[in-house]
């Protein structure tokens, strides 16, 4: 497809995305909301977990996005008027289909989220419902990460960026109004079989990212934030040695074992976990000096001594 094409066609798509707001332009602190026994895990390996999102709370995750793109672009009515005969449709649903199934089979499996929320700078307390939902019931930490550390190059096989809030109705309607600028944009342009495949091609690229980024409205309180892994990015096997599995309590699952050191010609200057960890976040059922006196401990025992002073503790008056 001739550049010009290709940048108008990425327009269409893209245009809803505002850099402005998004890391690197943005450098917010960052929390994750987990248990004691994770963050020990993670400052004995220097290693972050990346959970596969077909795993997560969400029971939409991933799979709404791709599920109603794909039925949206398979029976849009605009789309098959704008090929003009059946036969160049055929292809066009060919080609999408072929790269659906592809991520389907190969890539969907290493497809890796890192679930966070924005943190003000003063707040030393968190957010009781997230201390609920993914703080072990109050009594696990939550490790404020600030994103200022984290110097990443033109390599960097990672995506940072907030997640957008919406029904399932208006994200339907977002879904079907891109498909009509695609049916806008094939029927206004002479296209031949391989600009019919790049459709295809950006279609799913932007399906990807909508269905990782977007989540029901009922969760917007959590104010979240993803570091998203796909496989299919990391053409330079940057991160692919780090791929690995964990023993759960829903048997075996796929994990990204993130390690937090400088990353060449990925993630430049001293990055280390003593480094990128702004603070840690006793939750309010542990939060007596006896537990920071123990977390300090594990701090010290794990060779991460720094850390020790940058423990607090959570105010909020709450026991399960």
């Known amino acids: 497809m001739p550049q010009e094409l290709t940048s108008k066609l ?8 505002t850099t402005d707001d998004s890391f690197p332009s943005a450098r917010p602190l960052l929390a994750h909301y987990t248990s004691v026994a994770t963050l020990e895990q993670m400052i004995k390996n220097d290693e972050i977990w990346f959970s596969n999102p077909l ?3 969400d029971l939409e995750e991933l799979r709404f996005g791709m599920n109603e793109g794909a039925a949206a672009f398979r029976t849009s009515k605009d789309l098959w008027n704008a090929c003009a005969d059946n036969e160049r449709h055929a292809k066009l649903i060919y080609y999408f289909d072929y790269l659906f199934n592809e991520f389907d089979s190969k890539h969907a499996f290493d497809t890796y989220v890192m679930c966070l929320a924005e943190h003000k700078s003063d707040d030393n307390d968190g957010v009781l419902s997230m201390w609920r939902g993914y703080g072990a019931n109050a009594s696990g930490v939550a490790i404020v990460f600030d994103t200022s550390k984290v110097q990443a190059t033109g390599e960097f096989p990672l995506i940072v960026d907030k997640v957008h809030y919406a029904s ?3 994200r339907r309607q977002w879904i079907n109004d891109k498909v009509k600028r695609i049916a806008q944009f094939v029927a206004s342009n002479e296209l031949d079989d391989a600009d019919l495949h790049a459709v295809a091609h950006y279609w799913i690229e932007r399906l990807k990212l909508f269905a990782l980024f977007t989540k029901h409205s009922g969760f917007e309180e959590e104010r979240e934030w993803r570091i998203v892994y796909m496989s299919e990015r990391d053409t330079n096997n940057k991160l692919k040695g780090m791929l690995g599995y964990a023993i759960t309590g829903r048997g075996v699952e796929p994990k990204l074992k993130l390690k937090v050191k400088p990353l ?13 960890v702004d603070r840690i976040i006793l939750g309010p059922s542990i939060s007596t000096r006896l537990a920071a006196t123990a977390m300090g401990r594990i701090l010290e025992m794990n ?17 399960p």
Do not use: C, H, Q
């Open 10 to 17: 990425a327009e269409e798509l893209w245009s809803d995305i």
């Open 264 to 276: 060449d010609g990925a993630v430049d200057a001293d990055l280390s976990l003593e480094t990128l």
């Open 168 to 170: 399932p109705d208006e």
């Open 55 to 57: 795993y997560m709370n």
């Open 303 to 319: 060779g991460k001594p720094g850390l020790i002073a940058k423990i607090a503790a959570s105010s909020i008056p709450f026991r």
